[in-house]
C-alpha cells in the first residue's frame, strides 16, 4: 500500500476533536487526506488537538458544527470545499452518551436522539457531500456502527436499534452509489475506553475485559486503522460491508 495512499483527498470525520473521532482523523491525516475536525462544543480542548494534529505534520481545518443540523453540515461541507477541497471521504462519528436502561426507562425522544445521530447524521451528511462525489466518480462513506448491534446487547434498545437502521441504510447506499464509483461500508469498533469513559465503573471494565478473546483493550487508533482501509483505492471493490474490530468478541 501507498504510504499516503489519500494524497489528494478531503476526509471530514464528525465529533474528531477527542476519543475515537480523533484517532481516526489522525489515521487519514497521515495516509495524506486534508482533514476536517469536527466538534460541537469544547473549543479550548478542539483548538487544541487541532495544533496537535498540525505539529504530527497534518493539513487540517477546526469547524464547530452540529452533526444533526442540515444548515450547519451544509455550511461546514461548503467551508470546507472552499478552503481544502472536494469532500470525498466522510466518517460519521458524532455520539450523544448512551445509557444502559430497561426499556421502560427509555421515552421516545431519546430514542429519537440515537435516530437523530446514527441515521439522520449520515443522511444529511450525504446530502451535502453527494454531489461532488458523483461529479468526479469518486468517493468514500465509512459509518461509525457499533458491536453493540451483532451482539444483540440488553438494556441498550434505543442504541442497538439506530446502530441497525445505519447498517440498513450502508448497505442500501452501498447498492445505490456503486454505480459512482462511491463505497458505503461500517467500522463496528468494541468498546475502546476514551475520555468519555473515565468515570464509567471499573467493575463493568474488568467485566468487559474478561469477555474479550484478546485480553486486551482496543485503541482509536485501530478503529482509525480499519476506517483508513476502507477510504483507500485498495477498498475500491468493497462496499455494503461491516467490519468487527473488537478483538474477536463478535466472530461472526
Known sequence: ??????????????????????GILFRLAAAGAKVVMNYANNQVRAEAAVEEL????GEGLLIRA?????????????QASKELGTVDIVVPNATPDQPLKPIEEYDWDFYQTMLDFFVKSPY?????????????????????????????????????AAKGGQI???????????????????????????ERHDNDPQEAKDDYLAMTPMARWGTP????????????????FVSGQTLNVNGARTPW
Do not use: C
Not at 2 to 19: F, I, K, W, Y
Not at 68 to 75: G, P, T
Open 1 to 22: 500500500m501507498n504510504a499516503r495512499p489519500l494524497e489528494g483527498h478531503v476526509a471530514l470525520v464528525t465529533g474528531s476533536s477527542t476519543g475515537l473521532g480523533k
Open 54 to 57: 498540525k505539529a504530527a505534520g
Open 66 to 78: 452540529s452533526a444533526v443540523d442540515q444548515d450547519e453540515i451544509e455550511e461546514m461541507v461548503a
Open 124 to 160: 444529511l451528511l450525504a446530502r451535502a457531500t453527494l454531489p461532488a462525489m458523483k461529479a468526479q466518480k469518486w468517493g468514500r462513506y465509512v459509518n461509525i456502527g457499533s458491536e453493540v448491534y451483532p451482539a444483540s446487547f440488553g438494556n441498550f434498545s434505543a442504541y442497538v
Open 168 to 194: 440498513g441504510w450502508t448497505r442500501s447506499m452501498a447498492t445505490e452509489l456503486a454505480p459512482f464509483g462511491i463505497t458505503v461500508n461500517v467500522v463496528n469498533p468494541g468498546w475502546v475506553p476514551t
Open 221 to 236: 487508533e485501530e478503529i482509525g486503522d480499519a476506517v483508513l482501509y476502507f477510504a483507500t483505492p485498495e477498498a475500491s
